[in-house]
């Protein structure tokens, strides 16, 4: 099946310090979506990605579709306390009704 | 707007029992449903989806099951918990005219004791 490899697993940053994380496939995405979870909720969508090479924004969150379009990463500047979560990135490589594939999530720690 | 709700929120259950878990969605017709299932600090694991009405995707052989009795009712159904049913279980829609984006419900967290 398809795989979608997260990295990092966790990061504990300082607050204002920016972030990165990002997730590579095996095969070739249509879609990425980035998802934020907080503790005890569902995840949350932060941006969504439909075109190779898109870069999108989000208030202090940006992301990018790879140009292979089999990686995607996600930055967060000058990041705060209420950043932290578990940070997930989603794909899906057709359009229809395939389900996306979830990579295994970031958890980011912020250290006032 | 399109809003989701899954309950109950929290639930302990002993081993052997029955369990059932109930989503709806409102504002949108005929969605993409899924049921997910988040093991403590893990990664989201897809169990079921479904297109339409008595259309039950299966991605993981297991002990639980899943029904959808009407458009925007979707039902995750055991009828003997194990210990390691424990986990915190989504459900979440997708637009039909594309599987692309999912939106997830508030969670359930069971506990098998």
Not at chain 2, 15 to 35: H, Q, R
Not at chain 2, 37 to 63: C, H
Not at chain 2, 92 to 110: D, K, M, Q, R
């Amino acid at each position: 099946g398809q795989q979608l490899n997260q990295s990092p697993q966790s990061m504990f940053i300082q607050e204002g310090e920016d972030v990165s994380m990002n997730c590579t496939s095996s095969s070739i995405f249509n879609t990425w979506l980035w998802y934020k979870q907080e503790p005890g909720e569902g995840p949350v969508l932060l941006i969504a990605l439909y075109k190779a090479g898109e870069l999108t924004s989000n208030g202090r969150l940006t992301a990018q579709f790879g140009i292979t379009r089999k990686d995607s990463f996600l930055n967060i500047s000058a990041s705060i306390p209420s950043d932290v979560g578990i940070y997930f990135c989603a794909g899906q490589n057709r359009s229809g009704n395939t389900p996306l594939v979830f990579g295994k999530g970031t958890r980011l720690s912020v250290i006032a | 707007s399109q809003t989701i709700h899954q309950w109950p929120a929290t639930l302990v259950q002993p081993v052997g029992s029955p369990l059932s878990l109930e989503c709806t969605v409102e504002g949108t017709s005929n969605p993409n449903l899924y049921w997910y299932r988040q093991a403590a600090g893990r990664g989201l694991q897809l169990l079921f989806y479904s297109v339409g009405i008595g259309q039950i995707s299966s991605e993981v052989p297991q002990n639980l099951s899943a029904s959808r009795p009407q458009d925007r009712q979707f039902i995750l159904s055991s009828k003997k918990l194990l210990l390691s049913d424990s986990g915190f279980y989504l459900c979440a829609w997708s637009p039909v005219s594309s599987g692309n984006t999912i939106y997830f419900g508030e969670g359930s967290w069971l506990t098998v004791v």
